[in-house]
């Protein structure tokens, strides 16, 4: 492997195989579509895969609005199956766009676990 890189919009550093920066989410090296458009926005310590897995699988018990911090509705969504099946599936939409938030109204955009390795810091 070669040399790590570093992200254009937070400095982290990525290697070179990396499709986003562990840090922000930023896609690396390529030509993209924001996937934060706000990039002074604070992003989500959640990921974004394991909310959309959780929701995939057992979405209509709500576990997925537990994971992110949302326990009342994930009480609503336990008591009722995910409001009928309605809601589970707008969910699975929003989170798989990028535009599901958490708890503290941070958007989940971390797709995949950070980068850690000799001379990348800690995960």
Not at 15 to 35: E, N, Q, S, T
């Amino acid at each position: 492997m070669s040399q790590p890189g570093s992200c254009e919009r937070c400095g982290a550093q990525t290697l070179p195989d990396a499709v986003f920066c562990g840090r922000c989410g930023h896609p690396v090296g390529r030509p993209y579509r924001p996937i934060n458009p706000n990039p002074d926005e604070p992003v989500s310590a959640y990921s974004g895969l394991v909310a959309l897995l959780l929701c995939f699988f057992v979405g209509y018990l709500g576990i997925h609005r537990f994971y992110v911090g949302k326990i009342g509705t994930g009480i609503l969504y336990l008591v009722t199956g995910g409001l009928f099946g309605i809601g589970w599936l707008i969910d699975l939409i929003i989170i798989a766009t990028g535009r599901f938030r958490d708890y503290y109204g941070f958007r989940l955009v971390v797709w995949e676990q950070p980068v850690s390795g000799p001379g990348l810091g800690p995960a």
